[in-house]
């Protein structure tokens, strides 16, 4: 029974992973482009619009040198073009036109081209294809979606406040003694600094305690070796992409290395290569 609950909680954990990652749907059609394309928009003036408010959000939030991060992706398609250089031209399209709008080109992180991986959908028609031809922009780890850029500041209203008359004296009224009570305060604090004097003289002197600091402990650190056997179906995946045709295994395999590391790393893993493993 317990084997089976707990079959049921990975099952829900790993649907979620999968289908419930937020943002997914909402960066559908923003910053799209064009197949085969670094530097044309499906949606010129959409995109041009978009490109606007991010600048204008990225420049509110007043940020510091290479906090912003401009991911580059393109989608799986039979073609002889080369999809990780492909998607690093979209990042740094989208960089430059940040740029013409304000932002200086110290705030961004180096562009990550991530080709063909963090795919949505099957891929399996032009449909699919298209939402994977896009820029991903992050700013604190958060993904900047049109919902988050449209989002009105909100307004300070500053209440207005309203001179108030003095009541004018009146004549007949007698000047009323005022007591100086700043002489009485300052008796009073004489009066405390004396008896704490005599407080610290009549207790005897105490060993300072030494309170030790903790140390904060350092975080595990996530590893994930790829192996030959993983690099080897991955590129026969890509050889399988296209029908076949061109075949480069050499190519394939180091292809393979590449998309995969940048796949883990986006994970929070360090890559160690299988036979580097060895030499640990």
């Known amino acids: 029974m317990k084997n089976m609950l707990f079959i049921m909680v990975f099952l829900i954990f790993f649907g979620f992973l999968a289908f419930g990652e937020t943002g997914g749907q909402e960066e559908i059609d923003f910053l799209l482009f064009l197949p085969n394309s670094g530097n044309q928009f499906v949606h010129e003036d959409q995109a041009m619009i978009q490109l606007d408010n991010v600048a204008g959000y990225l420049l509110n939030k007043n940020p510091v040198s290479g906090q912003i991060y401009v991911y580059g992706y393109a989608a799986a398609a039979a073609n002889d073009i080369e999809p990780v250089g492909l998607s690093r031209d979209r990042a740094l399209f989208v960089i430059s036109e940040l740029q013409k709008r304000g932002l200086s080109g110290d705030l961004f992180a180096d562009p990550i081209a991530y080709g063909s991986v963090d795919l949505w959908g099957s891929n399996a028609d032009e449909e699919d294809r298209g939402p994977n031809r896009r820029v991903r922009i992050l700013l604190d780890g958060n993904i900047l979606t049109p919902a988050v850029v449209q989002a009105p500041e909100p307004e300070i209203q500053i209440s207005k406040i309203e001179p108030v008359e003095k009541p004018a004296p009146h004549e007949k009224d007698e000047p009323?003694?005022?007591?100086?009570?700043?002489?009485?305060?300052?008796?009073?604090?004489?009066?405390?600094?004396?008896?704490?004097?005599?407080?610290?003289?009549?207790?005897?002197?105490?060993?300072?305690?030494?309170?030790?600091?903790?140390?904060?402990?350092?975080?595990?650190?996530?590893?994930?070796?790829?192996?030959?056997?993983?690099?080897?179906?991955?590129?026969?995946?890509?050889?399988?992409?296209?029908?076949?045709?061109?075949?480069?295994?050499?190519?394939?395999?180091?292809?393979?290395?590449?998309?995969?590391?940048?796949?883990?790393?986006?994970?929070?893993?360090?890559?160690?290569?299988?036979?580097?493993?060895?030499?640990?």
């Open 176 to 280: 009323r003694s005022r007591f100086p009570w700043w002489v009485l305060l300052a008796l009073l604090a004489v009066l405390a600094l004396l008896l704490l004097a005599l407080k610290r003289k009549k207790r005897p002197a105490q060993e300072s305690k030494l309170v030790p600091i903790p140390v904060p402990l350092a975080p595990i650190e996530k590893i994930k070796v790829l192996e030959e056997e993983e690099i080897r179906l991955y590129a026969y995946g890509l050889y399988e992409l296209r029908n076949g045709r061109n075949g480069n295994a050499e190519g394939d395999w180091y292809r393979a290395i590449c998309e995969l590391t940048a796949y883990y790393e986006t994970r929070g893993y360090r890559v160690i290569l299988y036979w580097e493993q060895e030499k640990l």
